[in-house]
């Protein structure tokens, strides 16, 4: 079954001969104190600055899940609170979550179709951090890196910490326009799920060690200790660095990937809008994701689509939350083939 789904998602097809060879170098045994491991950190570290551009001044650090990025944050970064602009599920996880650890965080929810409107943006001293989610994977909605531009410039002296659990490793970013940006390896790297991934300004750093909270077997101030001599302070995800590692080496660097994935959506949206029947889910050209695709129709014609597609091998990643019945979605990850891509589009032009 080739699965469309946003995440977990269709994993390289290299994925065999990665974990064949993972076993044979011995690395699956390997000391995260040792040479093995650090060297194997350090390389993982020097293919984010090859391959997806980030500065050369920015941290690499492992966690367990975008989830857990979220917590980190709160608790080992934001000095006073953090403010929040979200249009969906993941978004207003990511405040609640934050809400709990710091009663005074705040936000505004914004609809999937409208643009945020950064000239009109209050967001007063009492908030040091603003978080965004670049990529919202419920509705298949996305923030451009021009929008980003503009918050930095009206905000220079906040932090901007960035979800791009569904887009880093798919589009290009722009590191220097946030301070704390992260992911999972089950959506754009292809990857089986269990790592997260998280990535530091300087400007990042510096105000996680003024605030120098430790005690948390996820203290950020750890992380970074031990990040100094490619460590991790617990026994981490060995494997799925490893896997990370072998991935990243194999791609190609981002801008090439992330045209090809431009030139995939506009295929899929074209077939989308030839339908006499499906309907993008977002209508803004401007606020619709590049890596997720939500479809959507009525609830009958929904599930009759998602059970034809299974029937030719090939499963739809549902709608999110209340989208659920009346949408689905479409992951446009790296890993799935042009050819794939072809496939399933193939398969949607009937309707
Ligand atoms: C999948 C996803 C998450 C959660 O990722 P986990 O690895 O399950 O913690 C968070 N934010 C966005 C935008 C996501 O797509």
């Not at 991935?247 to 809008?273: S, T």
């Amino acid at each position: 079954m080739l699965t469309f789904s946003a995440g977990p998602s269709k994993v390289y097809d290299m994925m065999p001969q990665y974990l064949q060879d993972a076993y044979q170098e011995g690395i699956l045994s390997a000391n995260h104190r040792s040479a093995a491991f650090m060297n194997m950190y350090q390389e993982v570290q020097r293919l984010f600055h090859e391959k997806l551009h980030m500065p050369e001044d920015y941290q690499l650090l492992f966690t367990s899940s975008a989830t857990e990025n979220w917590e980190i944050i709160s608790q080992s970064i934001v000095e006073k609170a953090s403010f929040h602009i979200y249009s969906g599920s993941f978004g207003k996880k990511w405040i609640n979550f934050a809400q709990y650890i710091i009663p005074n965080t705040s936000g505004i929810k914004i609809e999937a179709n409208e643009v945020i409107n950064v000239p009109h943006l209050e967001i007063g001293e009492e908030f040091d951090l603003i978080a965004i989610t670049q990529n919202e994977t419920s509705n298949a909605t996305q923030v451009p890196m021009e929008v980003l531009e503009q918050i930095r410039e009206k905000y220079p002296e906040k932090l901007i910490a960035v979800d791009t659990t569904s887009s880093m490793a798919g589009i290009e970013l722009k590191f220097e326009l946030a301070d704390i940006w992260y992911a999972s390896v089950q959506k754009c790297f292809g990857l089986p799920a269990g790592l997260g991934i998280l990535i530091l300004s300087p400007r990042a750093i510096e105000q996680t060690e003024r605030k120098g909270e430790k005690g948390r077997y996820n203290s950020l101030n750890f992380m970074l200790e031990n990040a100094r001599s490619f460590q991790t302070h617990y026994t981490p995800n060995v494997l799925g660095i490893y896997l990370l590692k072998r991935a990243l080496h194999d791609i190609p660097e981002i801008q090439h990937i992330d045209e090809n994935l431009r030139d995939r959506i506009q295929k899929l949206e074209q077939c989308i809008i030839q339908s006499k029947s499906l309907r993008l889910l977002v209508e803004n050209s401007e606020t619709r994701s590049t890596t997720v695709l939500g479809v959507t129709g009525t609830e009958s014609l929904i599930s009759e689509v998602k059970k034809a597609a299974e029937a030719e091998g090939m499963q739809l990643g549902s709608g999110y939350g209340p989208l659920k019945p009346t949408s689905f979605r479409i992951a446009n990850f790296p890993a799935i083939t042009d050819s794939e891509i072809d496939r399933l589009i193939g398969f949607l032009i009937k309707y």
